[in-house]
Each structure stands twice: as C-alpha cells, then as structure tokens.
Nanobody
Framework: QVQLVESGGGLVQAGGSLRLSCAASGRTFSGYTMGWFRQAPGKEREFVATITWTGGITYYADSVKGRFTISRDNAKNMVFLEMNSLKPEDTAVYYC?????????????????WGQGTQVTVSS
C-alpha cells in the first residue's frame, strides 16, 4: 500500500507560479510511475503529467506542455509539479497518483493509489 499526500496548492494570480509536492510513504517508491491529474468543478478528472521511476521519461497534456514540469526525488520519495504561467483555466483540485510500472501512464484507471488532492486557484 502506498500513501500519497499533496501540498503546495493555493491562490495565485494569472501568470504566476506554484510548485506542488507529493510525498509518498508506506512502502518502497521503487518501480512506481507517478502522475498528476486535476479535476475542475463539474468536470472529469483529467491527466496533467506523468514520470517514470527513473525520471527518464515524462509526458504532458497538451494544455500544460511548456508551462508545467514534473520531476521526482526518489531518495526522498517525493514528486513535484512546477507550474508556471498559470491561467484561470488551470484552477482545479490537483491529485498525485502512483502505481507500479516501467512506462508512462496517462489514464486514471491505470493508477491504484491516489492522494487527497490540493486546491489550485488562479485568479484573472
């Protein structure tokens, strides 16, 4: 079992930046692909970014490509999402997700483990 706890959300003006963190605990972090998803009010949870265990492969949703960066620190069991040039449409609850894999994963049903989410609000 893996427990995930997100932090770093908040209120920011359009054009600003935030850095989300996800701390993993419960068992070894080894071999886990990590992902970030988000869910806006009244909308489906959508894929944002994913990173493989080694960090060698990352993949982003088109809507965030060039603005967001996913990274991880396996020694600290942490994954991060650096968000720049934020837009009001980035407003959502952001979730960290994990599961054992050697490849990137972009579908939410590929992940068994989820955090509780952290709210990101971007004002115009």
């Amino acid at each position: 079992q893996v427990q995930l706890v997100e932090s770093g959300g908040g209120l920011v003006q359009a054009g600003g930046s935030l850095r989300l963190s996800c701390a993993a605990s419960g068992r070894t972090f080894s071999g886990y692909t990590m992902g970030w998803f988000r869910q806006a009010p009244g909308k489906e949870r959508e894929f944002v970014a994913t990173i493989t265990w080694t960090g060698g492969i990352t993949y982003y949703a088109d809507s965030v490509k060039g603005r967001f960066t996913i990274s991880r620190d396996n020694a600290k069991n942490m994954v991060f999402l650096e968000m720049n040039s934020l837009k009001p449409e980035d407003t959502a609850v952001y979730y960290c997700a994990a599961d054992v894999s050697l490849r990137i994963m972009i579908a939410k049903n590929e992940y068994r483990y989820w955090g509780q989410g952290t709210q990101v609000t971007v004002s115009s």
